[in-house]
């Protein structure tokens, strides 16, 4: 009698144990938190940011925002730090302390689940263009600099993120080579750029703009890109072809409204230099490009940006079970050691070397007028420089 008891306990506690589906594949407890991700001040939803943990193996356990800001993270039970990133979690990024509990489901306070931004960003003013107005919308800080500030390198490499709206530069570009030279060295060390329609005579060269392939100047090699100001005023069905962009923003296509003449075309893209975000649907025409490839290593070795980011590493983490691809964190300088030992790398998994990001969009925030859904995309090149 008694034994038939035992048998009966014991096929009970078996019965449980292999319905418990909060177990993952390696046996770890967990549980579920769940939140909303949002900006700093004004409390906008943040759509793809990065939730993630480690259990006491450094196993990463990790989710994305969706576009309301919502997530659901399945995390192991105990003590844990959580991780909310944008971008490569360099530039923004919140860390909070939460007890998980085995099988239970957690809301968290949407209070603790702000962005906060630990980048320090510069902003060089245009025309018809204020990107920093979408900036302050989000609650963020920028400070202005101007044109001729960037000739000098003191002023240049405190900033982890420089916006160079369109028509921003003074005179021809070709003259200025201090300025690009600056520029090259601050993204090979690790500073994003974002520039926009007439800007892009930053990055490969011309006058105020660029007229033509080839232009004299700009630090980003000729062949990887052409651009000329012939574009008219019209308004483009646009598709957008990265996935985690379409997801984040909760679109595929949008109208984006060109309303100057002049604006830069892209003519040619290498695409294994960049990645193409956004092009027109009609043409096929790039209209928004971003790459990680940029990286001169005569010019590596000039640390750039918020001292707030001086404990903090980005790496690529290696998933120990190579289920899945790897990932790219930032976390405590302090917890390299661990990571280095299931195979980690320093720096981001898609940039060479130490080299940031540069966006570059042939549209702009006309100040002052309704940019209708092209909006969304700009509030995502700002949280994920
Ligand atoms: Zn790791």
Redesign the pocket.
Known sequence: MKKHLLIMLLSVLTLVSCSDDNNNSSGEKTGILKGKVTTINTHKAVGGALVFTFDND?N?YHTYTNVTGDFELDAPVGDREIYIQTGDGSNFRTKIDVVVQENQTQQLEESLLRLDQVARIAYVSGNYDSIEDIITSLGYVAESITFSQLSDYSIVSQYDIIFLNCGSISGAISSNPTVTNNLANFVTNGGSLYASDWSVAYLIGGGSNTTACNAAGGFIPDTTLCSVDNGNSETLTASITNTALANAIGLSTLDIEYDLGSWQKIVSVDETFWEVLVRDTTTNEALMIKTNNFYDSSLAGNPVGSPENSDWIT?C??PDDNSSNPITITIEASSWP??EA?G?TLGSCTSTGTGGTIYYTTFHNHANENIGNAQFILEHVILNL
């Open positions: 450094n990463i790496i983490h290696q661990a990571h299931h980690d």
